[in-house]
């Protein structure tokens, strides 16, 4: 089975080739902030995307209509539950008029215009906005404030059941908690195949990351909202992509960090060593949220391939379960494994419909 693989990030799109779950070619344009400086909506790249990509695919001598299935990144939709999509007139819809802006969007457009062409279905699968909540995660002290499940749950997902083949398990029968570790940070109560609590990992929840601030005392938030200091704008910047360890150290490459820190250098030690423990917290709160019964600790994304991270967090969190190291994240590979599940009868096929409790399943 041919798979072609869609993943537009902010200033670049990744594109791969998979015969089954086995990569055979991985591409990847890299879009000049100053080319993309020329659309002042992310919507008006999609044909400066799109129009890239079958430049590459020409020049790599790539037949397009080789494959079988397209699939692609799912992008900042409504709330719905977590699995495989066939992008449809809603999905379209939802991510052109997306409440919130962002590369991600343009993955299921894409796919759906190659797709088009040669006559093959085209899926999404697992987007940021996966939404399995149990009511007790959802609800805020203030009526309209309810928390929102935006979290990397392609990724998450993914390595989740890969947990689970590798042990001869199914996802479904596990109680996990995933922690992705990267620009953003994630910590998410798997229970039997559904995410039911999880930080909203791009505003204002959960530990600071590299970029993000996390979870703010409130007052002081509000106090500092009005101070007439920031914009609007500027507020949001400091909550995702210059909060955390870009506004307490000036710099996010962890990397680096942990040299300092493994140097003696101050404040990074005590800084990286916060971001750490706070993630340990949730790490504890998600115990909570499976009550106790926790079969594995997942770490995963690019943070965890450093040992002194692992090291520091798993002495935390190491009481609770046993903990697995999945460093790294394999989106490309992640939306492999759901076309081929999704072709093969292994993974259902949903139908986007947010406005429901939870999405139709249907045999294609």
């Known amino acids: 089975m041919k798979i072609f693989v869609i993943n537009p990030g902010s200033t670049s799109t990744k594109f791969a080739v998979y015969e089954d779950e086995t990569i055979k070619w991985k591409g990847c344009i890299q879009h000049p902030v100053e080319e993309l400086a020329k659309f002042e909506h992310v919507n008006e790249q999609l044909n400066y995307r799109t129009e890239a990509m079958h430049r590459l695919l020409a020049d790599q001598n790539i037949e397009e209509s080789q494959f079988d299935v397209v699939i692609a990144r799912g992008g900042l939709l409504k709330p719905t539950p977590g699995g495989v999509y066939r992008v449809d007139d809603k999905i379209k819809h939802d991510l052109v008029n997306a409440e919130m802006e962002h590369a991600c969007n343009l993955g299921g457009l894409m796919a759906d215009e190659f797709a088009t062409a040669i006559n093959c279905p085209a899926f999404i699968a697992d987007p940021e906005v996966v939404d399995e909540l149990i009511p007790e995660a959802r609800i805020s002290g203030i009526p309209g404030l309810e928390k929102r499940s935006i979290f990397h749950a392609l990724n998450s997902k993914a390595v989740a059941r890969r947990y689970a083949r590798l042990n001869s398990l199914k996802y479904e029968d596990l109680d996990l908690i995933v922690v992705h570790l990267g ?54 910047k400091l909550l995702n992509g210059k909060g955390g360890l870009t506004a307490l150290l000036g710099i996010n490459d962890v990397a680096e960090i942990v040299c300092r820190t493994e140097a003696g250098e101050e404040p990074y030690k005590t800084v990286l060593d916060s971001m750490l423990y706070k993630v ?85």
């Open 280 to 364: 340990a917290c949730h790490v504890g709160a998600r115990a909570v949220s499976l009550k106790g019964h926790v079969d594995a600790i997942i770490l995963t994304g690019g943070i965890a391939h450093s040992k002194y991270c692992v090291e520091k967090l798993s002495g935390w969190i190491d009481w609770i379960a046993p903990i697995s190291v999945r460093a790294g994240e394999d989106e490309l590979g992640a939306l492999a494994f759901n076309a081929y599940g999704a072709m093969t009868g292994s993974l259902p096929i949903k139908t986007y419909n947010p406005e429901c409790e939870a999405a139709v399943q249907h045999v294609m």
């Open 183 to 236: 620009g953003g940070i994630s910590i998410g109560a798997h229970r039997h195949g559904e995410v039911i609590d999880v930080n909203n990992a791009l505003n204002g929840d959960g530990p600071f990351s590299p970029e993000r601030a996390g979870t703010l005392p409130a007052a002081d938030l509000v106090d500092l909202c009005f101070s007439g200091r920031y914009t609007r704008r500027e507020i949001h």
